[in-house]
């Protein structure tokens, strides 16, 4: 599905290739040689200097001959390749060196009874809760007003990134569809390194790649990205532009699955948009 997926490599291969391509190397301080580049980035020679290791260690990782790394080795390459954080956690993660977090368990099929309550006493905050997969799992009134009928929908429809590429009404609500749909790809990518032989994750990604090209070529990227606050606008039909906050939560008693909640600046035209519209 593409973290496990190119004939001779590995996740941890594809990511240090993507990454060295991906990385300028006037960035990395490396004056210029002279030599003709033939393709983006850094050579190998390059970064195995950057990194103090082998040219024949790097070419190893890269072509999936070497898994298992050591931590100060990960760490010398993660800052030859100026990673950002997720990016890191990735790189631990795909290397079988897990990050300093709890493990997640595989995920359960629906949220908690409790969750749902919950879910219900906010009648002013759209939420829902998803799973790794970005499953739609449970949802309040506010969070089908605000993005789209999920019980009209069959249990297999109700994921966010499958909407978010295959369904045209809810991808018209994103006044930045692109950026969006990245950012889903990016947090789809981290979690397919933390769960490799998620079954159900893996026919997500091969069901997006079949049907959107630009989902193939985003996973392609292998760019990553651990959930966190953002703000998204939104074209909605009815309550019109909405500027809201993304805020996500994870749950204690169920580590593969977050609570995510739609809130605006108060007193803000979002703010007053959102209240008519929940209204």
């Given at each position: 599905m593409g973290h496990r997926d190119a004939?001779?490599?590995?996740?941890?291969g594809e990511f240090l290739r993507s990454r060295r391509a991906a990385l300028?190397?006037?960035?990395?301080?490396?004056?210029?040689?002279g030599r003709l580049r033939r393709v983006p980035g850094l050579r190998r020679e390059e970064l195995a200097q950057l990194?103090?290791?082998s040219v024949d260690y790097v070419v190893r990782l890269e072509q999936g001959r070497t898994r298992r790394v050591s931590r100060?080795?990960?760490?010398a390459l993660a800052d030859a390749l100026q990673l950002?954080?997720?990016?890191?956690?990735y790189l631990l993660t795909v290397a079988d060196v897990a990050p300093a977090t709890a493990a997640r368990q595989p995920g359960r099929p629906e949220a908690?009874?409790?969750l749902r309550q919950l879910l219900d006493t906010m009648p002013d905050v759209?939420?829902?809760?998803l799973n790794r997969r970005m499953d739609v799992l449970a949802w309040n009134r506010g969070a089908a007003a605000l993005l789209t009928d999920f019980g009209a929908l069959s249990p297999a429809e109700r994921n966010l990134i499958r909407l978010t590429f295959l369904d045209d009404a809810f991808r018209a609500l994103y006044a930045d569809w692109s950026r969006a749909a990245r950012e889903c790809v990016a947090v789809l990518r981290m979690e397919a390194g933390r769960a490799p032989r998620d079954p159900s994750l893996s026919a997500l990604v091969g069901e997006l790649s079949v049907h959107d090209a630009d989902f193939r070529a985003w996973w392609a990227d292998h760019r990553v990205r651990g959930p966190r606050q953002l703000a998204k606008t939104y074209r909605h039909p009815v309550a019109g532009p909405?500027?809201?906050?993304v805020q996500q939560f994870s749950v204690d008693t169920h580590p593969d699955q977050q609570l995510i909640a739609y809130t605006a600046e108060p007193g803000s035209p979002s703010h007053e948009a959102l209240r008519l519209l929940l209204q």
């Open positions: 004939p001779g490599g590995s996740a941890l300028d190397p006037h960035q990395a301080g490396l004056a210029d040689d990194a103090h290791v100060p080795v990960l760490y950002a954080p997720d990016e890191r956690d908690g009874p409790r759209p939420a829902m809760v909405l500027t809201l906050d």
